[in-house]
């Protein structure tokens, strides 16, 4: 049985305060994953992106794993995530259609 290696992360005072964001613009190449996090207000017609993350695809199919993962455990802890019949692109959330 493979170990698993402890990683320690060293987060700095400003990354630990994060940032809020309701909005993600997801695109691809065939060797990235380019992850566009924005911030709407509501009335203004504009996002603003307040963090890129850039993954190869690997990394980005281990990502939506451990989401799975953590939304299964989580739903477990505290009940099921409603969406209450809002669209995918309504969410804010808006895949790269090819």
């Known amino acids: 049985m493979q170990q698993q290696q ?3 992360l060293d987060l700095d005072e400003n ?6 964001s309701n909005l993600v613009m997801i695109t691809h190449s065939p060797s ?12 203004l017609p504009k996002a603003k992106i307040v963090s890129r993350i850039i993954m190869t695809p ?3 199919k ?5 989401l799975e ?8 802890r505290f009940g099921e995530i409603k969406l209450h019949g809002i669209e995918q692109k309504k ?3 808006v895949k790269d259609e090819e």
């Open 6 to 8: 402890q990683i320690q």
């Open 58 to 60: 690997q990394h980005a």
């Open 32 to 43: 990235e994953i380019i992850l566009d996090f924005a911030r709407m207000m509501p009335g």
């Open 91 to 93: 969410l804010g959330f």
């Open 15 to 20: 990354m630990g305060q994060g940032v809020y």
């Open 69 to 76: 993962d953590n939304i299964k455990k989580y739903e477990s």
């Open 62 to 66: 281990l990502l939506l794993k451990a």
